[in-house]
């Protein structure tokens, strides 16, 4: 039972300092997980392809209708973050 504790609190310790080792990049993002300006555009391109691709293999397997789940959330979640994207981004000039 000791055993089992040491090895509870070593992996409570690793999982700690994990989430303290976060990158700066990291931290500028904004908490709801909305992605940086520059890759804003490319997410977005990407999530489209994705959900398209696993809407037209979901007709074939409807065991892949989860994923098409997935896609739309994930894209709906990326286009929520738009004003939050559009209020960091510096007007070229």
Known sequence: MASFRRIAIALTILAAAGCAGATDAAA?????????????????????????????????????????GYYDHALAATRRCAPTVAAITKPAR
């Open 28 to 68: 500028q993002s904004s908490l709801n997980g909305c992605p940086k300006a520059e890759q804003y555009g490319d997410m977005m391109k990407q999530l489209v392809v994705a959900s398209e691709r696993s809407r037209a293999m979901a007709e074939d397997n409807p065991l892949l209708l989860a994923d098409v």
